[in-house]
């Protein structure tokens, strides 16, 4: 008995060390991991906070000698950030919405019904995940063009509706993956009840998809939020024109100037210090604030959805 003892004594600290060792490597692999995440929102607001002169200045390396805000007001105005801001949550919010409502709805039926031609629409849905949306770019301009929705929000909202638009066939893949994990004594139970596959949807296993609307609602947000693809084919006039779009001619003024200046010198200027790059840095955080702040609201949610809906594996 006393030997048992011993030995159980001298197990305990091996134990520990090993279960530190583990830690250790853990917290080790997620802040190399974290380190690629934080690093460029890091590079961001440092450069945004340096006047022109720390950039040029080989001393100056992450902390500026003097903080200035002047970058977020020029950059704040020259986005017309609250114009831009309305015209990127309309784009991006719209057909999140529309996509978790009609992808759920195909992603239900997928995943719940067999009907004649099952398989063959669902190697549809796969084929267009599949084909990259440039390739189908020419014939979807010219058939929104002859409905007359270029300059206007349809091309984002109505393929959205019907279950396609930006990442569509990825979102009924999601809801599909969610629907098939449910049990099915509850639409047992609806039929007993006397409820129709409609009304069992609404009322029993659309309630029971929140972790899956949450997770296509986050995903759908930040790719319409950050796509500048379709943006630049279907909206032309700039007041129609989103935050990333507004970026790309944030000082466009400036970079001209600083072109024409080194035309002027013999085509170089020693010691030019590039005055629009801390502006397009600060363009660039006010920019992404918007998800930033959204995510960091959401994300304990978005975590949990993500284990629920079975994206993170077992």
């Not at 002047?70 to 991006?92: G, P």
């Not at 085509?267 to 992404?288: C, D, F, K, Q």
Request: proline content about 5%; overall charge positive; charged content about 15%.
């Amino acid at each position: 008995m006393q030997s048992n003892m011993r030995a159980l004594t001298r197990a305990l600290p091996a134990r520990k060390v090993r279960s530190l060792g583990t830690q250790l490597f853990h917290y080790a692999v997620l802040a190399s991991l974290s380190f690629v995440f934080i690093y460029p929102m890091l590079y961001i607001v440092s450069q945004s906070l340096m006047q022109a002169n720390d950039i040029a200045d080989a001393t100056v390396k992450w902390i500026p000698k003097e903080l200035s805000f002047e970058h977020y007001r020029f950059a704040f105005d020259r986005l017309n950030f609250w114009k831009s801001f309305m015209n990127s949550a309309f784009t991006s919010l719209g057909p999140a919405v529309l996509q978790i409502v009609s992808c759920a709805i195909v992603g239900y039926g997928f995943a719940r019904y067999r009907f004649p031609g099952h398989t063959l629409l669902m190697g549809l849905v796969l084929f267009t995940f599949l084909v990259p949306p440039q390739t189908i770019v020419v014939p979807l301009y010219m058939f929104f063009s002859d409905l007359g929705w270029i300059n206007t929000v349809l091309p984002f909202l109505v393929p959205s509706a019907f279950g396609h638009g930006l990442r569509g066939a990825l979102f009924v893949l999601i809801f599909i993956q969610f629907f098939r994990g449910l049990p099915s004594q509850l639409e047992e139970s609806a039929r007993i009840d006397g409820a129709g596959a409609f009304r069992t949807f609404r009322s029993i296993m659309l309630p029971l998809a929140g972790p899956a609307m949450l997770v296509v609602f986050l995903f759908s947000v930040v790719w319409h939020w950050n796509d500048i693809f379709q943006p630049n084919l279907y909206l032309m006039l700039t007041d129609h024109y989103n935050l990333p779009q507004r970026l790309m001619i944030l000082d466009t003024q400036g970079e001209q100037r600083l072109s024409d200046a080194q035309k002027m010198m013999g085509g170089g200027l020693i010691g030019s210090v590039p005055t629009n790059y801390n502006r397009s840095m600060a363009g660039a955080l006010l920019t992404i604030l918007p998800l930033v702040i959204l995510y960091g609201y959401a994300q304990r949610y978005f975590v949990e959805s993500l284990e629920r809906t079975g994206l993170a594996g077992d």
